[in-house]
């Protein structure tokens, strides 16, 4: 059986450890958790009540807060962790790193001190071992998949991205499942860069249910959205259409309406006028963008485009701009063509 390693047990790590226990193939799992007291829990109660209470873990998946134990023997190894802790975590489970694991970023989000895509923060973290060729041996996945409802097994669609075409082809075979199905793409930029996207425009569209404004506000901000994601996708080389794929249109529709989505969270709470110091200090979990508003502002800058929602929102998160400014800002901006 392949041995699984997955570093993270937020709410999307722990789901993806019940997910690939239903796997078509069989695997051995490990789970390594951050917390001591919840990798204790875990391992007593089998039920992550902090981010995914409801959902029993399976009893074979083994739950460790020790790093070297978790990834002892690994071949696949998927990172589910906060794109601000991702570095950190690579570089404790670096010692421990072989020439024979492959690597799954599961992070949506960009590193906010350095702007990167975390499977470059993971290549660099490869690069440092000496022992494993980072562009054979990272993939990424990404695409519309609230963990809750994974991990209560309902249907779900996602994208393996990678270079190597026979990387993404052996990882599609040994994670799909049931009602679990991923589909290949060989555009890892496009597909890292829309899952860091779409968490901005989310915060935008729950601004807008915050300030309880209709449909018509919403279908116009999706649409906007993705065509400012999709500008700046093209200009740093990523493929278009797959921003119209899983890992743009579909994650951004269902960030941008589904209940369970923490960034459309945030921006409810935003739009009703509570501050983000508060918001966030009622948070256990992550909403990624809130940290990746600020660096792909400065992304679009360095290309030259224009991103007025990402814009808006990063100052209504980090420079005091009200959301109804914000949308007064851009229904003013000067008339074009679509």
């Keep these: 059986m392949t041995r699984i390693a997955i570093l993270g047990a937020g709410s999307w790590g722990t789901a993806l450890a019940v997910v690939l226990s239903r796997a078509r193939k069989p695997h051995e799992i490990s789970l390594w958790v951050h917390s001591r007291r919840l990798a204790e829990e875990l391992q007593q109660k089998h039920e992550n009540s902090t981010y995914l209470a409801g959902v029993r873990l399976p009893d074979g998946i083994r739950v460790t807060h020790d790093m070297p134990a978790a990834l002892a023997a690994a071949q696949v190894v998927i990172g589910a962790v906060p794109s601000v802790h991702a570095r950190a975590v690579y570089s404790e489970a670096l010692p421990c790193v072989t020439p024979e694991m492959v690597f799954v970023s599961a992070t949506k989000g960009l590193e906010p001190a350095t702007h990167l895509r975390i499977s470059l923060v993971l290549a660099q973290m ?84 915050g300030l309880e404004l209709g449909s018509n506000p919403l279908a116009a901000l999706i649409t906007r959205g993705l065509a400012e994601m999709m500008r700046l996708a093209a200009a740093v080389g990523a493929r278009p259409e797959t921003l119209s794929g899983l890992a743009g249109l579909g994650d951004l529709v269902l960030t941008c309406t589904g209940a369970l989505s923490r960034n459309r969270y945030v921006g409810i709470a935003l739009g009703k006028g509570q501050k983000l110091p508060e918001v966030l200090a009622g948070m256990y979990m992550v909403a990624e963008g809130v940290e990746t508003a600020r660096p792909l502002l400065a992304l679009a800058r360095e290309q030259g485009i224009e991103m007025p929602i990402t814009e808006q929102v990063e100052a209504i998160l980090h420079r005091g701009q009200s959301p109804k400014d914000a949308i007064r800002e851009i229904m003013d901006r000067p008339l074009k063509p679509e």
Excluded at 143 to 166: H, I, K, M, N, Y
Excluded at 172 to 186: A, I, M
């Design 126 to 209: 490869l690069a440092k071992a000496g022992t494993v060729e980072p562009s054979e041996r990272v993939a990424v996945l990404s695409g519309p998949s609230f963990a809750a409802e994974a991990a209560r097994g309902e249907p779900t669609a996602v994208v393996l991205a990678a270079q190597d075409a026979a990387l993404a082809s052996l990882l599609q075979g040994e994670l799909s499942g049931p009602s679990f199905r991923l589909y290949t793409n060989d555009d890892v930029l496009g597909v890292e860069l829309a899952g860091a996207m779409k968490n901005v425009i989310a915060i935008a569209a729950g601004a807008c249910q």
